[in-house]
Protein backbone atom coordinates (compact mmCIF):
# COMPACT_ATOMS: atom_id res chain seq x y z
CA UNK A 1 0.00 0.00 0.00
CA UNK A 2 1.84 3.53 -1.24
CA UNK A 3 -0.20 7.15 -1.33
CA UNK A 4 -3.54 6.92 -2.05
CA UNK A 5 -3.91 3.54 -1.12
CA UNK A 6 -2.89 3.87 1.95
CA UNK A 7 -4.79 5.32 4.62
CA UNK A 8 -4.63 6.84 8.33
CA UNK A 9 -7.23 5.06 9.90
CA UNK A 10 -8.47 5.94 13.69
CA UNK A 11 -8.43 2.72 15.96
CA UNK A 12 -8.12 3.99 19.78
CA UNK A 13 -8.96 6.89 21.19
CA UNK A 14 -8.66 8.02 25.11
CA UNK A 15 -9.41 11.17 27.40
CA UNK A 16 -7.90 12.65 30.67
CA UNK A 17 -9.32 15.70 32.51
CA UNK A 18 -6.70 16.88 35.65
CA UNK A 19 -8.88 15.97 39.59
CA UNK A 20 -9.69 19.51 40.78
CA UNK A 21 -12.73 21.15 39.25
CA UNK A 22 -12.99 25.27 39.72
CA UNK A 23 -17.18 26.05 39.19
CA UNK A 24 -18.25 29.39 38.08
CA UNK A 25 -19.81 29.96 42.14
CA UNK A 26 -16.01 29.68 42.71
CA UNK A 27 -14.55 31.81 40.13
CA UNK A 28 -16.96 34.43 41.06
CA UNK A 29 -15.96 34.31 44.53
CA UNK A 30 -12.74 35.78 43.46
CA UNK A 31 -13.10 38.03 39.60
CA UNK A 32 -16.28 40.26 39.02
CA UNK A 33 -18.64 37.58 37.54
CA UNK A 34 -21.52 35.05 37.39
CA UNK A 35 -22.48 31.79 37.43
CA UNK A 36 -25.20 33.41 35.23
CA UNK A 37 -23.17 35.70 32.99
CA UNK A 38 -20.52 32.60 31.77
CA UNK A 39 -23.37 30.34 31.74
CA UNK A 40 -25.50 32.02 29.60
CA UNK A 41 -22.62 34.16 27.13
CA UNK A 42 -20.46 30.73 27.16
CA UNK A 43 -22.33 27.35 27.81
CA UNK A 44 -19.84 26.89 30.66
CA UNK A 45 -20.53 25.92 34.33
CA UNK A 46 -17.29 24.07 35.32
CA UNK A 47 -13.62 23.26 34.27
CA UNK A 48 -10.88 21.37 35.54
CA UNK A 49 -7.10 22.44 36.29
CA UNK A 50 -4.08 20.54 37.09
CA UNK A 51 -2.68 20.77 40.25
CA UNK A 52 0.90 22.54 40.97
CA UNK A 53 3.57 20.53 40.27
CA UNK A 54 1.40 19.38 37.86
CA UNK A 55 1.88 19.76 33.76
CA UNK A 56 0.55 19.37 29.90
CA UNK A 57 2.65 16.14 29.56
CA UNK A 58 1.20 14.16 32.14
CA UNK A 59 -2.35 14.90 30.86
CA UNK A 60 -0.66 13.64 27.86
CA UNK A 61 0.79 10.78 29.18
CA UNK A 62 -2.50 9.80 30.63
CA UNK A 63 -4.51 10.29 27.55
CA UNK A 64 -1.90 8.57 25.36
CA UNK A 65 -1.94 5.31 27.69
CA UNK A 66 -5.63 5.31 27.30
CA UNK A 67 -5.26 5.84 23.83
CA UNK A 68 -3.03 3.17 23.45
CA UNK A 69 -5.32 0.68 25.44
CA UNK A 70 -8.46 1.24 23.45
CA UNK A 71 -6.37 0.28 20.65
CA UNK A 72 -5.69 -3.24 22.30
CA UNK A 73 -1.34 -2.60 21.57
CA UNK A 74 0.99 -0.91 23.69
CA UNK A 75 3.87 0.08 20.65
CA UNK A 76 3.24 2.97 18.17
CA UNK A 77 5.63 4.25 15.60
CA UNK A 78 5.40 7.83 15.72
CA UNK A 79 4.04 10.17 18.84
CA UNK A 80 2.50 13.74 18.26
CA UNK A 81 1.75 16.29 20.51
CA UNK A 82 -0.69 18.94 19.82
CA UNK A 83 0.10 22.02 22.49
CA UNK A 84 0.61 25.43 22.59
CA UNK A 85 1.27 25.30 26.55
CA UNK A 86 4.28 22.91 26.27
CA UNK A 87 6.09 21.28 29.55
CA UNK A 88 9.13 23.82 28.88
CA UNK A 89 9.90 26.04 25.79
CA UNK A 90 12.63 24.23 24.47
CA UNK A 91 12.36 20.51 24.08
CA UNK A 92 9.15 19.43 22.68
CA UNK A 93 6.84 17.79 25.13
CA UNK A 94 6.53 15.10 22.83
CA UNK A 95 9.47 12.87 22.95
CA UNK A 96 9.63 13.06 27.28
CA UNK A 97 5.75 11.80 26.36
CA UNK A 98 6.79 9.17 24.20
CA UNK A 99 9.58 7.68 26.59
CA UNK A 100 6.86 7.87 29.71
CA UNK A 101 4.27 5.66 27.24
CA UNK A 102 7.36 2.90 26.87
CA UNK A 103 8.14 4.10 23.52
CA UNK A 104 11.40 5.61 23.46
CA UNK A 105 13.48 5.42 20.21
CA UNK A 106 10.58 6.30 18.08
CA UNK A 107 9.64 9.70 16.23
CA UNK A 108 8.19 12.05 18.46
CA UNK A 109 7.26 15.72 18.04
CA UNK A 110 4.75 19.09 19.27
CA UNK A 111 2.70 20.91 16.92
CA UNK A 112 1.36 24.08 17.63
CA UNK A 113 -1.54 25.73 16.04
CA UNK A 114 -3.72 26.34 19.54
CA UNK A 115 -6.96 25.37 19.05
CA UNK A 116 -6.74 24.26 15.70
CA UNK A 117 -3.71 22.14 17.06
CA UNK A 118 -5.21 18.56 17.10
CA UNK A 119 -6.31 18.97 13.42
CA UNK A 120 -3.46 20.18 12.75
CA UNK A 121 -1.47 17.18 14.34
CA UNK A 122 -3.94 14.48 12.73
CA UNK A 123 -3.10 15.61 9.35
CA UNK A 124 0.09 15.84 9.45
CA UNK A 125 0.64 12.27 10.80
CA UNK A 126 -2.40 11.38 8.63
CA UNK A 127 0.28 12.27 5.94
CA UNK A 128 3.08 10.25 7.43
CA UNK A 129 1.41 7.19 7.24
CA UNK A 130 -0.07 8.09 3.55
CA UNK A 131 3.63 8.29 3.04
CA UNK A 132 4.85 5.19 4.48
CA UNK A 133 7.30 6.87 6.94
CA UNK A 134 4.93 5.54 10.01
CA UNK A 135 2.53 2.48 10.18
CA UNK A 136 0.95 3.77 13.65
CA UNK A 137 0.79 6.99 15.78
CA UNK A 138 0.06 8.38 18.54
CA UNK A 139 -1.69 11.87 18.48
CA UNK A 140 -2.23 13.70 21.55
CA UNK A 141 -3.84 17.12 21.84
CA UNK A 142 -2.87 18.35 25.23
CA UNK A 143 -3.42 21.88 27.17
CA UNK A 144 -3.13 23.27 30.23
CA UNK A 145 -3.96 26.80 29.70
CA UNK A 146 -4.38 27.36 33.52
CA UNK A 147 -0.91 28.17 33.58
CA UNK A 148 -0.72 31.10 31.35
CA UNK A 149 -3.99 32.67 32.03
CA UNK A 150 -4.14 36.73 33.97
CA UNK A 151 -5.30 35.62 37.24
CA UNK A 152 -7.38 38.75 37.14
CA UNK A 153 -8.81 38.40 33.50
CA UNK A 154 -12.58 37.27 33.92
CA UNK A 155 -12.99 36.76 30.49
CA UNK A 156 -10.04 34.14 30.00
CA UNK A 157 -10.39 32.80 33.25
CA UNK A 158 -14.00 31.60 32.91
CA UNK A 159 -13.74 29.79 29.40
CA UNK A 160 -10.32 27.68 29.73
CA UNK A 161 -9.81 24.24 31.70
CA UNK A 162 -7.26 21.80 31.18
CA UNK A 163 -6.95 18.25 29.52
CA UNK A 164 -5.77 15.63 27.50
CA UNK A 165 -7.37 13.71 24.55
CA UNK A 166 -5.30 11.10 21.77
CA UNK A 167 -6.30 8.87 19.18
CA UNK A 168 -4.22 5.78 17.98
CA UNK A 169 -3.45 6.18 13.95
CA UNK A 170 -2.99 2.82 12.04
CA UNK A 171 -2.50 1.96 8.18
CA UNK A 172 -5.29 1.21 6.81
CA UNK A 173 -7.39 1.27 3.63
CA UNK A 174 -8.89 4.81 2.62
CA UNK A 175 -12.39 2.97 2.10
CA UNK A 176 -12.60 1.55 5.55
CA UNK A 177 -14.46 3.29 8.73
CA UNK A 178 -12.06 5.39 10.53
CA UNK A 179 -10.30 6.65 7.56
CA UNK A 180 -9.11 10.37 7.71
CA UNK A 181 -10.03 11.99 4.56
CA UNK A 182 -11.12 15.36 3.22
CA UNK A 183 -8.26 17.21 5.56
CA UNK A 184 -8.93 21.17 4.92
CA UNK A 185 -6.05 23.45 6.76
CA UNK A 186 -6.07 27.18 6.95
CA UNK A 187 -4.58 29.86 8.73
CA UNK A 188 -4.56 33.86 8.25
CA UNK A 189 -1.26 35.36 10.09
CA UNK A 190 -2.29 38.75 9.54
CA UNK A 191 -4.34 38.60 12.27
CA UNK A 192 -2.09 36.78 15.01
CA UNK A 193 -2.74 39.25 17.75
CA UNK A 194 -5.98 38.53 18.29
CA UNK A 195 -5.02 35.41 19.79
CA UNK A 196 -1.44 35.32 21.82
CA UNK A 197 1.37 35.22 24.75
CA UNK A 198 2.71 38.51 23.19
CA UNK A 199 6.32 37.53 25.23
CA UNK A 200 8.64 35.41 25.74
CA UNK A 201 9.06 34.40 22.47
CA UNK A 202 11.83 35.95 20.50
CA UNK A 203 10.42 39.06 19.13
CA UNK A 204 10.23 40.24 23.03
CA UNK A 205 13.73 38.89 24.21
CA UNK A 206 16.00 40.26 21.78
CA UNK A 207 15.41 43.65 23.17
CA UNK A 208 17.50 42.22 26.24
CA UNK A 209 14.39 43.84 28.88
CA UNK A 210 12.37 41.36 30.85
CA UNK A 211 8.78 41.20 29.81
CA UNK A 212 6.12 43.35 31.46
CA UNK A 213 4.24 40.63 33.60
CA UNK A 214 0.76 41.09 31.61
CA UNK A 215 2.30 40.42 28.51
CA UNK A 216 3.46 37.11 29.68
CA UNK A 217 -0.08 36.10 29.72
CA UNK A 218 -2.64 34.32 27.25
CA UNK A 219 -4.95 37.34 25.60
CA UNK A 220 -7.78 37.31 23.42
CA UNK A 221 -10.13 39.66 21.61
CA UNK A 222 -12.67 37.17 22.53
CA UNK A 223 -15.66 39.40 19.98
CA UNK A 224 -13.59 39.41 16.77
CA UNK A 225 -12.45 36.28 17.44
CA UNK A 226 -15.90 34.50 18.21
CA UNK A 227 -17.07 36.36 14.39
CA UNK A 228 -13.85 34.64 12.45
CA UNK A 229 -14.32 31.63 14.54
CA UNK A 230 -18.40 31.09 13.00
CA UNK A 231 -16.88 31.98 9.40
CA UNK A 232 -14.11 30.07 9.11
CA UNK A 233 -15.30 26.98 11.17
CA UNK A 234 -18.35 26.55 8.80
CA UNK A 235 -16.35 27.10 5.67
CA UNK A 236 -13.72 24.76 6.55
CA UNK A 237 -16.48 22.19 7.58
CA UNK A 238 -18.58 23.03 4.40
CA UNK A 239 -14.90 22.51 2.60
CA UNK A 240 -14.70 18.75 3.86
CA UNK A 241 -18.13 17.82 3.51
CA UNK A 242 -17.80 18.57 -0.20
CA UNK A 243 -14.64 17.27 -0.75
CA UNK A 244 -16.01 13.52 0.47
CA UNK A 245 -19.46 14.54 -1.43
CA UNK A 246 -21.54 14.57 1.17
CA UNK A 247 -24.42 17.47 1.44
CA UNK A 248 -25.20 18.93 4.79
CA UNK A 249 -28.08 16.22 5.38
CA UNK A 250 -25.77 13.74 5.20
CA UNK A 251 -23.88 14.46 7.61
CA UNK A 252 -24.13 12.33 11.43
CA UNK A 253 -22.12 14.05 13.66
CA UNK A 254 -20.16 17.42 13.45
CA UNK A 255 -17.82 17.32 16.43
CA UNK A 256 -16.22 21.04 16.61
CA UNK A 257 -13.71 22.72 18.66
CA UNK A 258 -15.75 23.54 21.63
CA UNK A 259 -14.58 27.34 22.03
CA UNK A 260 -18.37 28.52 23.07
CA UNK A 261 -22.02 26.87 23.50
CA UNK A 262 -23.01 29.76 20.88
CA UNK A 263 -20.52 29.51 18.72
CA UNK A 264 -21.71 26.07 18.15
CA UNK A 265 -25.42 26.88 17.57
CA UNK A 266 -23.89 29.60 15.11
CA UNK A 267 -22.40 27.26 12.69
CA UNK A 268 -25.16 24.91 12.91
CA UNK A 269 -27.08 27.30 11.37
CA UNK A 270 -24.64 28.38 8.72
CA UNK A 271 -23.72 24.89 7.88
CA UNK A 272 -27.73 24.44 7.85
CA UNK A 273 -27.12 21.11 10.10
CA UNK A 274 -29.37 20.68 13.18
CA UNK A 275 -27.69 21.21 16.15
CA UNK A 276 -28.67 18.21 17.94
CA UNK A 277 -25.70 16.56 15.40
CA UNK A 278 -23.11 18.93 16.93
CA UNK A 279 -21.86 16.84 20.39
CA UNK A 280 -20.81 19.32 23.11
CA UNK A 281 -19.17 18.75 26.23
CA UNK A 282 -17.94 22.60 27.10
CA UNK A 283 -20.54 22.63 29.87
CA UNK A 284 -18.17 20.51 32.43
CA UNK A 285 -14.95 20.96 30.71
CA UNK A 286 -14.58 24.70 29.08
CA UNK A 287 -12.34 25.42 26.23
CA UNK A 288 -9.44 23.00 26.42
CA UNK A 289 -7.86 24.27 23.45
CA UNK A 290 -5.77 21.21 21.36
CA UNK A 291 -7.71 18.79 23.96
CA UNK A 292 -11.05 19.64 23.07
CA UNK A 293 -11.53 18.15 20.15
CA UNK A 294 -9.97 14.29 21.36
CA UNK A 295 -12.07 15.02 24.10
CA UNK A 296 -15.49 15.75 23.16
CA UNK A 297 -15.18 12.50 20.92
CA UNK A 298 -14.29 10.29 23.83
CA UNK A 299 -17.91 11.99 25.86
CA UNK A 300 -19.58 11.47 22.68
CA UNK A 301 -18.24 8.10 22.08
CA UNK A 302 -19.29 6.78 25.60
CA UNK A 303 -22.83 8.22 26.03
CA UNK A 304 -23.26 6.45 22.24
CA UNK A 305 -24.17 9.91 20.67
CA UNK A 306 -21.28 8.67 18.22
CA UNK A 307 -21.92 5.36 16.96
CA UNK A 308 -20.00 2.97 14.33
CA UNK A 309 -21.06 4.12 11.10
CA UNK A 310 -21.67 7.62 11.60
CA UNK A 311 -20.51 10.34 8.37
CA UNK A 312 -18.57 12.96 11.30
CA UNK A 313 -16.96 16.15 10.23
CA UNK A 314 -14.09 17.33 12.91
CA UNK A 315 -13.65 21.17 13.15
CA UNK A 316 -11.36 23.38 15.02
CA UNK A 317 -10.48 27.34 14.87
CA UNK A 318 -7.79 29.00 16.67
CA UNK A 319 -4.91 31.26 17.33
CA UNK A 320 -2.71 31.87 13.87
CA UNK A 321 -4.92 32.62 13.52
CA UNK A 322 -5.73 29.03 12.46
CA UNK A 323 -8.59 26.63 11.12
CA UNK A 324 -9.49 23.12 9.69
CA UNK A 325 -11.34 20.62 9.08
CA UNK A 326 -11.45 16.60 8.43
CA UNK A 327 -13.96 13.85 7.59
CA UNK A 328 -14.44 9.81 8.77
CA UNK A 329 -17.00 7.27 8.73
CA UNK A 330 -17.00 6.77 12.53
CA UNK A 331 -15.24 3.37 13.79
CA UNK A 332 -16.45 0.83 16.03
CA UNK A 333 -14.09 1.10 19.30
CA UNK A 334 -14.25 1.16 22.94
CA UNK A 335 -12.44 4.37 24.74
CA UNK A 336 -9.49 3.59 26.69
N1 LIG B 1 -18.13 37.85 33.65
C1 LIG B 1 -18.81 39.01 33.55
N2 LIG B 1 -18.63 39.90 32.57
C2 LIG B 1 -17.72 39.61 31.63
C3 LIG B 1 -16.97 38.41 31.65
C4 LIG B 1 -17.21 37.52 32.72
N3 LIG B 1 -16.56 36.33 32.85
N4 LIG B 1 -16.15 38.38 30.59
C5 LIG B 1 -16.36 39.52 29.91
N5 LIG B 1 -17.30 40.26 30.54
C6 LIG B 1 -17.83 41.57 30.15
C7 LIG B 1 -16.83 42.38 29.38
O1 LIG B 1 -15.92 43.03 30.25
C8 LIG B 1 -17.74 43.36 28.66
O2 LIG B 1 -18.08 44.38 29.54
P1 LIG B 1 -18.21 45.89 29.01
O3 LIG B 1 -19.33 45.86 28.00
O4 LIG B 1 -18.52 46.64 30.25
O5 LIG B 1 -16.88 46.23 28.39
C9 LIG B 1 -18.99 42.53 28.40
O6 LIG B 1 -18.93 41.40 29.28
C10 LIG B 1 -19.09 42.03 26.97
O7 LIG B 1 -17.81 41.50 26.60
P2 LIG B 1 -17.60 40.77 25.25
O8 LIG B 1 -16.15 40.35 25.13
O9 LIG B 1 -18.18 41.54 24.12
O10 LIG B 1 -18.51 39.47 25.53
P3 LIG B 1 -18.93 38.34 24.55
O11 LIG B 1 -20.35 38.13 24.63
O12 LIG B 1 -18.30 38.50 23.21
O13 LIG B 1 -18.26 37.06 25.23
C11 LIG B 1 -16.38 35.62 24.87
C12 LIG B 1 -16.86 36.97 25.39
C13 LIG B 1 -17.03 34.54 25.71
C14 LIG B 1 -14.86 35.57 25.01
C15 LIG B 1 -16.79 35.45 23.40
O14 LIG B 1 -16.44 36.60 22.68
C16 LIG B 1 -16.14 34.26 22.75
O15 LIG B 1 -16.48 33.13 23.03
N6 LIG B 1 -15.23 34.49 21.78
C17 LIG B 1 -14.66 33.43 20.97
C18 LIG B 1 -13.65 32.57 21.66
C19 LIG B 1 -13.02 31.64 20.65
O16 LIG B 1 -13.65 31.13 19.75
N7 LIG B 1 -11.73 31.40 20.75
C20 LIG B 1 -11.06 30.64 19.72
C21 LIG B 1 -10.28 29.61 20.24
S1 LIG B 1 -9.31 30.09 21.58
C22 LIG B 1 -7.70 29.67 21.20
O17 LIG B 1 -7.29 29.47 20.10
C23 LIG B 1 -6.77 29.56 22.36
Avoid at 17 to 22: C, D, F, L, N, Y
Avoid at 32 to 56: F, Y
Avoid at 176 to 181: N, Q, S
Avoid at 315 to 329: A, K, M, N, Y
Wanted: a negative charge.
Amino acid sequence: MRGADRAAVVAGLGAWVPQTVVTNDELALRLDTSDEWIRSRTGIARRHVIAPGESTGDLAVEAGHRALKSAGTGTADLVVVATSTPDRPCPATAPEVASRLGLTGVGAFDVAAVCTGFVYALGVTAALIESGAARTALVIGADTFSTILNPTDRTTRAIFGDGAGAVFLRAGDPAEDGALRGLHLGSDGTRSELIEVAAGGSRQRSTGLPAEEAATYFTMEGRSVFAEAVRRMAASVQTTAESLGWASGDIDRIVLHQANARILAAVADRVDVPLERFPSNIERVGNTVAASIPLVLADAAESGELRAGQRVVLGGFGGGLTWGSVGLVWPGLTVG
